[in-house]
């Protein structure tokens, strides 16, 4: 094989993995600002999370022309293609993960009129710990560690029980106190989103399993319990 | 250029692109289902439908595999590249709506248990508007026919609406009577899954938009005003 041509390649290479290295830093701290803005009540911060999550699908979008421009000029072969191809996939997952923040800069915006709630500590601790497991993926992904990414894809289950834990809480409360409805209904939706956002960083650990394996995950991933809404008097 | 390489392409795109008719067909089914099971409270239905995913995440797989393989073989140029990539986008897309039509079904067999609430009609009414511009955009797709895919993607901002007015009459309906807060939170995740619904479908309609007239489609589509809790005393 022609050494320039592989070298151009890598080249090539370098820089979609830059600007996905971009993306996922991006979304860590979108994030984390969209999880401040709720915990603290602050409008400000959640608008600018609106604002800049902007960035992340202008980014989606160089990944993919970027990637047309590297196929068709350097013809790679199916190996190639397939990392090419989990590049085009990676960028597309976190486009997506931004939105979901986005959505949580949302809710903390109309939170941020509201008296505070107890279940705002729950709602940190679910977002504190998807946060984590992101934090993580994304290192899985640049060290393309699969083991880490194991790890990660394994714990998915904890946040999916913190999920469902934090429903049932929710539920009570509003069955509780039905001014809290309303409050109540934001929290589920921001959980919700933070479970979406799990489910995506799940799909990002089978994608570094995928290309450095060779083969997928495979199907038994523990799944949390279904939501029961058993001894809520529904 | 070799008329025998354009028309084995040919004949590949074709292979691809069946395996995505079946996908939009059968998303189709399954949503269709889903929103049966929740109507006529029939969980073997949803259990189907639960099953029936699968097949769709096997189609996306395959998908994937065969685009790869022509990538590698045809070595296509960038305009033939930009329509296998679209092929991934809409495949990844549909595999996401079966994944929302199963979130549905899950919550059908929830709500088995439960009396029938008046809420039905409004989720209903909605599922059908989703899956009606469902069926749009999978024909505007089809048919490569962008006028179709602009009219759905405006028409996105009325399941927004619908979404909106349901979770106002949701919430009231929990405070009203508080022993509904458990089937009422089950119907707000059900228009959350519709609204996603919503959302890819829009993304398709986008997506057909660029492959057919080869730049974005813009910024400029009306969104449904964002929820308000307004009056219902939150």
Redesign the interface.
């Known amino acids: 094989m022609c050494p320039h041509i592989v070298s151009a390649f890598d080249d090539d290479l370098l820089a979609v993995q830059a600007k996905i290295s971009e993306m996922g830093g991006l979304c860590e701290e979108l994030l984390s600002n969209a999880l401040e803005a709720v915990e603290n009540r602050d409008p400000k911060l959640a608008e600018e999370v609106i604002l800049r999550d902007k960035r992340l699908d202008k980014l989606e ?1 160089e990944v ?1 022309e970027l ?3 590297i ?2 000029l350097r ?4 190996q190639d ?2 990392v090419l ?1 989990s590049c ?2 990676m960028s ?1 997952t976190l486009e997506r993960i931004g939105d979901l923040a986005k959505n949580i800069a ?1 809710r903390a915006i ?1 939170l941020a009129d ?1 008296r505070p709630a107890k279940l705002s500590a729950s709602v940190g601790r679910m977002g504190q710990r998807t946060l984590q497991q992101l934090t993580e993926v994304l290192d899985a992904y640049t060290s393309r560690d699969t083991a880490l990414a194991v790890s990660v894809w394994r714990r998915d289950v904890e946040v999916d029980e913190i999920y469902n834990s934090l ?1 049932r809480e929710v ?1 009570t409360y ?2 509780e106190d ?6 109540g ?1 934001q929290f ?2 921001i959980a ?1 989103n933070l479970e979406r956002i799990g489910d995506h960083t799940t799909h990002i650990a089978e994608m570094v399993y995928y290309v450095v394996e060779g083969e ?1 995950l495979g199907d038994d991933r523990p799944k949390g319990e ?2 029961s ?1 058993d001894g ?3």
């Open positions: 979008f993919e990637t047309t421009r196929m068709a013809q790679p072969m199916a293609l397939r191809i085009l996939k597309a949302r109309y509201q429903f539920v509003m069955m039905p001014r809290t409805i309303g409050l209904s589920l939706f919700k997928p279904p939501v809404l809520v008097g529904s």
